[in-house]
């Protein structure tokens, strides 16, 4: 069970709400992020004390349940949460649709900059800049490792966009994080619960996607990690679920973007590439995504997606992203918003 505070209580009521709490026999934890104030109860029994505890002063909310989360919710923040860039231009969450699009895995550091230079002008703002990659297989491509960074560096350099690259532990968060614009965390570590508190320290905003297997709560636990850490900036990320059906990879779950919203303050990015591992379902998907609320989207992109080292088969041609982008700007101009 969470207790929301009054933000305004003094040191010594807060820890007066906590003593009383521990007297009941109550594991206690208490939070102060972005000026909110929440007291985490764990104990036997919890809720046969909530009416009590509702009563005392300075508690303004009680959430009980497993899946329980505040800091991401719509009920702690109305408006939207806008993430904003190094140099403070908007990116996720404000009016501006923002497309996110890059190879699966840098390759090489020609390829990848050539492609992001094509990408740039086509109207991508964020380049997949992956290096570190969490495969399946022990044999697949695993990415170029700090071998990438300095190629990172001069694709920032060169084409001026955003970078984002995932990592899979804190030690590679450390490497990177002075490098990116953004840090993804993949579908396998969602629920990586020791990367989200480390990425919850770090100063940089954190794309988070789904779990395959994970329910849109889950999601929204994981975020509260990293929130309830410290970091306020969190993207969320669509990226399929795994369900009875086998035509595609995954199953998109486009309701969770519209879910999310009424959830959760936080922007929503979907990935139809992951999603669908079929290049040619990426853009009837991508531009579904953005007519249901998407923040951005994130799309795979290779020059000779037969040739590419990993994730070929879902990946589209840059004159694809070109055409999907076109129509996309028709989209968010109908649903009042641009791209
Ligand atoms: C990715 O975006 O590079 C990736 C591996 O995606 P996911 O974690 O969704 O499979
Ligand atoms: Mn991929």
Known sequence: MILVLDPSLNDLSQN?????????????RLVNQSGHLIIAVDGPDEESCEREIRTWHGVVE??????????????CQRRNTVITDASGRKTFGGDQIVAIAGPCAIETEESALVLAQKLKESGARVFRSMIFKPRSSPYSFQGLGRAGIPIIREI???TGMLILTEVRDPLEAELVQDDVDFVQVGTRNM????????LGQIKKPVLL???MGASIEELLCAAEYILAHGNPDVILCERGIR????????????GAVPSLKELSHLPVVVDPSHATGKSSLVEPLALAALAVGA?????????????????GTQSVRPEVFKNIVEKGRRIAQAICRSM
């Open 16 to 28: 007066e709400i906590c003593l009383k709490l521990q007297k009941k026999g109550f594991f206690t």
């Open 62 to 75: 009680i959430i009980s349940g497993r899946n329980s989360f505040y800091l991401a919710s719509r009920r």
């Open 156 to 158: 920032k350099r060169q």
């Open 191 to 198: 629920s990586n619960y020791q990367l989200l508190k480390h």
């Open 209 to 211: 996607k789904r779990g």
């Open 243 to 254: 369900t009875f059906e086998h035509y595609t990879r995954f199953s998109l779950d486009l």
């Open 295 to 311: 923040d951005g989207i994130m799309l795979e992109v290779h020059e000779e997606p037969d040739s590419a080292f990993s994730d």
